[in-house]
């Protein structure tokens, strides 16, 4: 168990709908980031945030947004599905110090029809 | 543009040989580099990791190799066992700034078989 949670773990929803998945990380970790993998494709990365602010930007899409809130979980909201947004979306965390690993958590399967 | 490669998607080894994982990344900024293994519904868990100023670092049946010139590391297991039968992603991250992400590969599936 990496202490990272993430829910929920699956989501089905039609195309044009707007999602929210949802992590809180590890106790004691300031950042968070947020990973998509789409089939056959590694972990691409979206978006960090630590302790509350955005520090890094990634391959993430204008449709896309996510933010981190003063009790450190974190929201990434994804807006106008697509079909090509089907991918299981991982939370990681890490104490934020350069170097420090980063903890996943299970992530949520994100399907859309 | 891939900068973190891993080039073979699959490997199998018996059980108690060696497992030799590579990656290779095209990045001369890179200088602190991780291994990650996943097993089926599960997050990928940190394995072990290098900095640049080493060339070898080891960790139990867990070795990871580093060589800068050719921008190439390796993961080795020995000896593996059927319980290393998962994903493995190398990851690459530059160190420094506040900014602090990793490039991940797309990953090796090894299966050890018993």
């Known amino acids: 168990d990496s202490g990272v949670t993430q829910t929920p773990k699956h989501l089905i929803t039609a195309t044009g709908q707007r999602v929210t998945l949802r992590c809180s990380p590890r106790s004691g970790d300031l950042s968070v980031y947020w990973y998509q993998q789409s089939l056959d494709q590694g972990l691409q990365f979206l978006i960090q945030y630590y302790n509350g602010e955005e520090r890094a930007k990634g391959n993430i899409l204008e449709r896309f947004s996510a933010q981190q809130f003063p009790d450190l979980h974190s929201e990434l909201n994804l807006s106008s599905l697509e079909l090509g947004d089907s991918a299981l979306y991982f939370c990681?965390?890490?104490?934020?110090?350069?170097?420090?690993?980063?903890?996943f958590g299970n992530g949520t399967r994100l399907t859309v029809t | 543009d891939q900068q973190v490669k891993q080039n073979s998607p699959s490997l199998s080894v018996q059980e108690g040989r060696i497992s030799i994982l590579n990656c290779d990344y095209t990045n001369s900024m890179f200088d602190y580099f991780l291994w990650y293994k996943k097993y089926p519904a599960e997050g990928p868990t940190f394995l072990i990791s290098i900095s640049s100023i080493k060339d070898k670092n080891e960790d139990g049946r867990f070795t990871v190799f580093l060589n800068k010139s050719a921008k190439h590391l390796s993961l080795h297991i020995v000896p593996s066992q059927p319980g290393d039968s998962a994903v493995y992603f190398c990851a690459a991250g530059v160190s420094g700034g506040s900014n602090y992400k990793l490039t991940f590969g797309k990953g090796t599936l090894l299966t050890v078989n018993p």
């Open positions: 990681a965390s890490s104490v934020g110090r350069v170097n420090s690993p980063l903890h």
